[in-house]
């Protein structure tokens, strides 16, 4: 995460009353922030790693998702400081919900939210537990958590199992090769194995930290975080931007080994 822990005012024209500094001195309550949002004319995250983030990210990738969202229905998971929920929001989403682990995130999202007058509802919710809100989106985000999480495939499981209804924007990290081998429906046990082959779905393993963040744990290289997404159940539709996917849900059959969606666990007895 980003040490942009300073927020400042940087434009010229607009006059610094009483509410700004009042405002100012919210914001910076609040940080360090990872999204770099201008509320009020105060930039959050003016010093980012990643400079003007996420606004350049989403850039490249702002007209590949519908302009206009009335009447839609949008889940935010890992919503951090709320930037495209707010996005959505402005779009004319009927409904907005940004989950996330972090209270500090989501005290930002709600202060962003109330400071550009958007009815948002912020929830402290971890993917696992998505379950309970009982309600399918028509839009689901899906953006830089991937890699944050153990159980990385499970996550997308659930969100296909319970929230998500049509369109998915999804990113991670990824690492490695960007090669995409063929892949075949099977292999033989004999065989040389296809495993050495750089376009072969990778996920890495980071036991201790990667980028000084003890929050990664698995990051998978192109073909792989192509790979899980398709063997969740969403058909990629399109690649905007190297790491961002916009998917659509579709049906899968349960395999012979069992439904993908292992948790939380029935409890019943067998
Ligand atoms: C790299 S940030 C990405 C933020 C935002 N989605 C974006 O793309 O800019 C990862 C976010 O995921 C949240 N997060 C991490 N683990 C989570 C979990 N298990 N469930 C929900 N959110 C989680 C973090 O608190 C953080 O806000």
Redesign the pocket.
């Known amino acids: 995460m980003a040490e942009a822990n300073e927020a400042e005012q940087d434009t010229p024209d607009v006059v610094n009353t009483d509410s700004q500094t009042s405002i100012k001195s919210r914001i910076d309550g609040l940080g360090p922030w ?2 770099n949002m201008t509320l009020a004319g105060i930039r959050t995250a003016p010093n980012h790693f990643l400079g003007d983030y ?1 606004e350049v990210k989403f850039e490249r990738f702002r007209n590949d998702i519908p302009h206009d969202l009335h009447g839609k229905t949008v889940l ?5 400081g709320g ?2 929920s707010l996005e959505m929001k402005k779009r004319g989403a009927e409904r907005v919900v940004g ?4 209270e500090r ?1 989501l005290s930002q999202a709600r202060l962003a939210a109330e400071i550009e007058e958007l009815d948002v509802e912020f929830l402290r ?4 537990d998505i379950a309970a809100l009982r309600e399918r989106f028509d839009l689901v ?1 899906f ?3 991937l890699y ?2 153990r159980h990385p495939l499970l996550a997308l499981d659930l969100i296909h199992e319970h929230v998500a209804k049509d369109m998915l924007l999804f ?1 991670s990290l990824q690492r490695g090769s960007r090669e995409v081998a063929e892949l075949q429906t099977d292999y033989e046990f004999m065989a040389p194995a296809p495993f050495e082959e750089s376009g072969y779905p990778k996920l890495h393993f980071i036991e201790q930290r990667y980028s000084n963040d003890a ?1 990664n744990w698995w990051i998978p290289n192109r073909a792989c975080a192509e790979a899980m997404l398709r063997s969740a159940g969403f058909r990629i539709e399109a690649q905007p931007e190297e790491e961002v996917y916009i998917c659509r849900y579709e049906e899968i059959t349960t395999p012979p080994d069992g439904p993908h969606c292992v948790y939380p666990a029935t409890g019943k007895k067998l």
């Open positions: 990872f999204h996420p935010d998971i890992g919503c951090n930037f495209y989950i996330d682990t972090d995130y919710m971890p993917v696992w985000i953006m830089g958590v944050h999480l990113q929050t």
